[in-house]
């Protein structure tokens, strides 16, 4: 830049050294949902205006475009594993009261008094799974009847 008789105020103050990370391959292409993308910056340069109008740039506004979609994918993936979280935590507490009532209908069936007792301590047991889940879900889980 100096060579282009770039002044050293704006040496200082707007281009910066070119670190070696911002210079990887954009590890969205090869790690679509690797753990920690959403903190991602963009490199100096790339957000770097030059006193021009961006708009009036096809590159950078099919960079930007791109970017943006890419955030907005990503941001789609996360509400979809939210409700599908939601949704597990609702056929957890499901699932218990099942088991539950399966026990409750054996012990209802039971002859014996020690398979009876047996079936009992299982219904308690399913019940504290149950009241423990519903519980720990509370206000976080998708109600589905």
Known sequence: MQGLGVDEETLTNVYQEIQPNQLTVNQ?????????QGSDRLAWFWRFNT???THEDPWMDEFYRVNW???KARWQRWEEELSLVQHEMSWMVSWFRHKKDEWDRRYHQATNPGYQAYAQRQVLLWEKFELDAQNAFKDKMIIVN
């Open 69 to 71: 979609l890419k955030a």
């Open 51 to 53: 006193g021009g109008n």
């Open 28 to 36: 969205e292409v090869t790690e679509e949902n690797r753990h920690g």
